[in-house]
T-cell receptor, first 117, second 111 residues
Framework: GAVVSQHPSWVICKSGTSVKIECRSLDFQATTMFWYRQFPKQSLMLMATSNEGSKATYEQGVEKDKFLINHASLTLSTLTVTSAHPEDSSFYIC?????????????FGEGSRLTVL | EDKVVQSPLSLVVHEGDTVTLNCSYEVTNFRSLLWYKQEKKAPTFLFMLTSSGIEKKSGRLSSILDKKELFSILNITATQTGDSAVYLCAVSTGTASKLTFGTGTRLQVTL
Protein backbone atom coordinates (compact mmCIF):
# COMPACT_ATOMS: atom_id res chain seq x y z
CA GLY A 1 0.00 0.00 0.00
CA ALA A 2 0.88 3.64 -0.21
CA VAL A 3 3.36 4.93 2.35
CA VAL A 4 3.62 8.34 3.92
CA SER A 5 6.74 9.05 5.92
CA GLN A 6 7.01 11.72 8.57
CA HIS A 7 10.15 13.04 10.23
CA PRO A 8 11.11 13.54 12.97
CA SER A 9 8.92 11.22 15.01
CA TRP A 10 9.83 12.97 18.25
CA VAL A 11 11.27 16.42 18.88
CA ILE A 12 11.92 18.40 22.04
CA CYS A 13 12.77 22.07 21.74
CA LYS A 14 13.12 25.17 23.86
CA SER A 15 10.44 27.81 23.93
CA GLY A 16 10.96 30.42 21.23
CA THR A 17 12.68 28.16 18.73
CA SER A 18 11.29 26.93 15.42
CA VAL A 19 10.74 23.31 14.50
CA LYS A 20 10.31 21.83 11.03
CA ILE A 21 8.40 18.61 10.40
CA GLU A 22 8.60 16.83 7.04
CA CYS A 23 5.96 14.71 5.38
CA ARG A 24 6.85 12.63 2.34
CA SER A 25 4.78 10.41 0.10
CA LEU A 26 7.18 7.59 -0.71
CA ASP A 27 5.59 5.76 -3.60
CA PHE A 28 3.02 8.14 -4.98
CA GLN A 29 2.65 11.80 -5.85
CA ALA A 30 0.47 13.99 -3.69
CA THR A 31 -0.65 17.39 -4.94
CA THR A 32 -2.51 17.79 -1.67
CA MET A 33 -1.47 16.87 1.86
CA PHE A 34 -3.24 17.51 5.13
CA TRP A 35 -1.80 18.47 8.48
CA TYR A 36 -3.59 17.45 11.67
CA ARG A 37 -2.92 18.13 15.31
CA GLN A 38 -3.97 15.84 18.13
CA PHE A 39 -3.91 16.76 21.80
CA PRO A 40 -3.84 13.97 24.41
CA LYS A 41 -7.04 11.93 24.48
CA GLN A 42 -8.62 14.11 21.81
CA SER A 43 -9.38 13.51 18.17
CA LEU A 44 -7.48 14.74 15.15
CA MET A 45 -8.13 18.35 14.25
CA LEU A 46 -7.40 19.48 10.72
CA MET A 47 -5.01 22.42 10.74
CA ALA A 48 -4.43 23.09 7.08
CA THR A 49 -4.45 21.73 3.57
CA SER A 50 -1.09 21.87 1.84
CA ASN A 51 -1.23 22.45 -1.91
CA GLU A 52 1.70 21.80 -4.23
CA GLY A 53 2.61 24.96 -6.08
CA SER A 54 0.28 27.26 -4.20
CA LYS A 55 -0.47 28.59 -0.75
CA ALA A 56 -1.80 26.36 1.98
CA THR A 57 -5.41 26.66 3.11
CA TYR A 58 -5.74 27.06 6.86
CA GLU A 59 -8.68 26.06 9.01
CA GLN A 60 -10.41 28.66 11.11
CA GLY A 61 -8.47 29.53 14.23
CA VAL A 62 -5.11 28.27 12.96
CA GLU A 63 -2.46 30.99 12.73
CA LYS A 64 -0.81 30.80 9.33
CA ASP A 65 2.15 32.90 10.45
CA LYS A 66 2.83 30.51 13.28
CA PHE A 67 2.36 27.25 11.38
CA LEU A 68 4.19 27.73 8.08
CA ILE A 69 3.43 25.15 5.43
CA ASN A 70 5.46 24.64 2.29
CA HIS A 71 4.58 22.04 -0.33
CA ALA A 72 7.90 22.04 -2.12
CA SER A 73 7.29 19.13 -4.49
CA LEU A 74 4.76 16.46 -5.36
CA THR A 75 6.18 14.23 -2.63
CA LEU A 76 7.12 16.65 0.16
CA SER A 77 5.25 19.00 2.47
CA THR A 78 6.77 20.67 5.50
CA LEU A 79 5.21 22.20 8.58
CA THR A 80 7.29 24.71 10.53
CA VAL A 81 6.13 25.68 13.99
CA THR A 82 7.65 29.11 14.47
CA SER A 83 8.54 30.53 17.88
CA ALA A 84 7.16 27.45 19.56
CA HIS A 85 5.63 27.69 23.03
CA PRO A 86 4.61 24.98 25.50
CA GLU A 87 0.99 25.19 24.37
CA ASP A 88 2.14 24.08 20.90
CA SER A 89 3.19 20.74 22.36
CA SER A 90 1.09 18.17 20.56
CA PHE A 91 1.10 15.25 18.16
CA TYR A 92 1.24 16.46 14.56
CA ILE A 93 0.19 14.06 11.79
CA CYS A 94 0.24 14.52 8.05
CA UNK A 95 -1.78 12.61 5.52
CA UNK A 96 -2.09 12.35 1.78
CA UNK A 97 -4.87 11.02 -0.43
CA UNK A 98 -4.16 8.35 -2.97
CA UNK A 99 -5.74 9.14 -6.32
CA UNK A 100 -7.33 6.39 -8.34
CA UNK A 101 -9.54 3.57 -7.03
CA UNK A 102 -8.85 4.58 -3.47
CA UNK A 103 -10.02 8.15 -3.83
CA UNK A 104 -11.08 9.38 -0.42
CA UNK A 105 -8.80 7.02 1.45
CA UNK A 106 -6.07 8.90 3.26
CA UNK A 107 -2.72 7.48 4.22
CA PHE A 108 -1.20 8.85 7.38
CA GLY A 109 2.37 9.48 8.36
CA GLU A 110 3.63 8.05 11.64
CA GLY A 111 3.15 11.37 13.39
CA SER A 112 5.55 13.76 15.09
CA ARG A 113 5.34 14.37 18.81
CA LEU A 114 6.47 17.89 19.67
CA THR A 115 7.35 18.84 23.22
CA VAL A 116 8.18 22.49 23.86
CA LEU A 117 9.97 23.16 27.14
CA GLU B 1 -19.77 23.59 10.06
CA ASP B 2 -19.16 19.88 9.40
CA LYS B 3 -19.76 17.69 12.41
CA VAL B 4 -19.00 14.04 13.21
CA VAL B 5 -20.16 12.53 16.51
CA GLN B 6 -19.15 9.15 17.87
CA SER B 7 -20.64 7.16 20.68
CA PRO B 8 -19.94 5.85 23.17
CA LEU B 9 -16.86 7.87 24.09
CA SER B 10 -15.38 4.88 25.85
CA LEU B 11 -16.22 1.26 26.38
CA VAL B 12 -14.83 -1.59 28.43
CA VAL B 13 -15.73 -5.16 27.45
CA HIS B 14 -14.57 -8.69 28.16
CA GLU B 15 -12.68 -10.69 25.62
CA GLY B 16 -15.13 -12.53 23.38
CA ASP B 17 -17.85 -9.89 23.59
CA THR B 18 -19.31 -8.20 20.52
CA VAL B 19 -19.27 -4.41 20.36
CA THR B 20 -20.99 -1.86 18.18
CA LEU B 21 -19.53 1.60 17.73
CA ASN B 22 -21.63 4.43 16.38
CA CYS B 23 -20.88 7.40 14.18
CA SER B 24 -23.32 10.08 13.06
CA TYR B 25 -22.52 13.02 10.84
CA GLU B 26 -23.78 16.32 9.50
CA VAL B 27 -21.65 17.58 6.64
CA THR B 28 -21.95 19.34 3.35
CA ASN B 29 -20.77 17.67 0.18
CA PHE B 30 -20.41 14.15 1.60
CA ARG B 31 -17.95 11.97 -0.25
CA SER B 32 -17.26 8.94 1.95
CA LEU B 33 -17.07 7.76 5.56
CA LEU B 34 -13.95 6.12 6.89
CA TRP B 35 -13.09 4.15 9.99
CA TYR B 36 -9.62 4.13 11.48
CA LYS B 37 -7.99 2.34 14.40
CA GLN B 38 -5.50 4.32 16.44
CA GLU B 39 -3.25 2.63 18.95
CA LYS B 40 -0.16 4.55 19.92
CA LYS B 41 0.69 6.51 16.82
CA ALA B 42 -0.99 7.38 13.56
CA PRO B 43 -4.38 5.94 12.61
CA THR B 44 -4.50 2.82 10.50
CA PHE B 45 -7.19 2.48 7.87
CA LEU B 46 -10.04 0.01 8.41
CA PHE B 47 -12.89 0.76 6.02
CA MET B 48 -14.13 3.30 3.53
CA LEU B 49 -17.89 3.44 2.91
CA THR B 50 -19.53 5.35 0.12
CA SER B 51 -22.83 3.54 -0.52
CA SER B 52 -25.73 2.92 1.82
CA GLY B 53 -26.61 -0.55 2.97
CA ILE B 54 -23.54 -2.37 1.71
CA GLU B 55 -21.68 -4.07 4.51
CA LYS B 56 -17.92 -4.10 4.39
CA LYS B 57 -16.23 -6.91 6.24
CA SER B 58 -12.70 -7.72 7.25
CA GLY B 59 -12.28 -10.68 9.58
CA ARG B 60 -14.10 -9.93 12.82
CA LEU B 61 -14.76 -6.32 11.85
CA SER B 62 -17.63 -5.09 9.75
CA SER B 63 -19.19 -1.75 8.98
CA ILE B 64 -22.22 -0.33 7.25
CA LEU B 65 -23.38 3.12 6.22
CA ASP B 66 -26.87 4.64 6.20
CA LYS B 67 -26.80 7.79 4.08
CA LYS B 68 -30.46 8.54 4.71
CA GLU B 69 -30.13 8.59 8.48
CA LEU B 70 -26.53 9.89 8.28
CA PHE B 71 -24.80 7.32 10.42
CA SER B 72 -22.50 4.35 10.34
CA ILE B 73 -21.73 1.50 12.72
CA LEU B 74 -18.58 -0.50 13.24
CA ASN B 75 -19.05 -3.99 14.66
CA ILE B 76 -16.34 -6.09 16.23
CA THR B 77 -17.23 -9.68 17.07
CA ALA B 78 -15.35 -12.00 19.42
CA THR B 79 -13.22 -9.14 20.69
CA GLN B 80 -9.60 -9.71 21.64
CA THR B 81 -7.25 -7.69 23.82
CA GLY B 82 -5.47 -6.59 20.64
CA ASP B 83 -8.63 -4.76 19.61
CA SER B 84 -8.06 -2.27 22.43
CA ALA B 85 -7.57 1.09 20.75
CA VAL B 86 -9.30 4.32 19.85
CA TYR B 87 -11.61 3.89 16.87
CA LEU B 88 -11.99 7.01 14.79
CA CYS B 89 -14.76 7.78 12.37
CA ALA B 90 -14.09 10.41 9.72
CA VAL B 91 -16.08 11.87 6.88
CA SER B 92 -14.50 12.92 3.63
CA THR B 93 -16.01 15.96 1.94
CA GLY B 94 -15.41 17.93 -1.21
CA THR B 95 -13.01 17.08 -3.98
CA ALA B 96 -9.78 17.17 -2.02
CA SER B 97 -10.46 14.29 0.38
CA LYS B 98 -10.59 16.60 3.37
CA LEU B 99 -11.44 14.59 6.50
CA THR B 100 -13.43 15.67 9.52
CA PHE B 101 -12.87 13.35 12.45
CA GLY B 102 -15.15 12.38 15.27
CA THR B 103 -13.99 12.39 18.87
CA GLY B 104 -13.27 8.69 18.77
CA THR B 105 -14.41 5.74 20.87
CA ARG B 106 -11.84 4.36 23.27
CA LEU B 107 -12.30 0.59 23.46
CA GLN B 108 -10.67 -1.50 26.14
CA VAL B 109 -10.93 -5.27 25.96
CA THR B 110 -10.12 -7.06 29.21
CA LEU B 111 -9.36 -10.72 29.88
Amino acid sequence: GAVVSQHPSWVICKSGTSVKIECRSLDFQATTMFWYRQFPKQSLMLMATSNEGSKATYEQGVEKDKFLINHASLTLSTLTVTSAHPEDSSFYICSAPLAGPGIGELFFGEGSRLTVL
Amino acid sequence: EDKVVQSPLSLVVHEGDTVTLNCSYEVTNFRSLLWYKQEKKAPTFLFMLTSSGIEKKSGRLSSILDKKELFSILNITATQTGDSAVYLCAVSTGTASKLTFGTGTRLQVTL
